[in-house]
């Protein structure tokens, strides 16, 4: 299941290791990844020295659904404080 507004760690798939936070934005929805735990549970971040991102906006949850699909992303969800 996938979750909004909810910090996760990738744990199969591209980007295992990383970070995803997903929030729905502007009629969207934003998709955050980062190298390193810098999700604050509100879908800011907090620059931390060395850290990675990347960003990607989809026009709808199908196309979120569809992201992890062709990513073969699995995330366990814990929410902040991972």
């Known amino acids: 299941m996938i979750r909004l507004s909810t910090p996760g760690k990738i744990i199969k798939g591209i980007y295992s290791g990383w970070y995803i936070y997903i929030e729905s934005l502007y009629g969207g929805y934003l ?25 990607n906006w989809v026009e709808n949850y199908q196309s979120v659904e569809l992201t992890f699909e062709i990513n073969e992303w699995e995330v366990e969800w814990v929410g902040a404080g991972l």
């Open 31 to 55: 998709i955050l990844l980062s190298n390193m735990n810098n999700f604050e549970g509100n879908g800011k971040t907090t620059k931390i020295q060395g850290s990675q991102g990347y960003d």
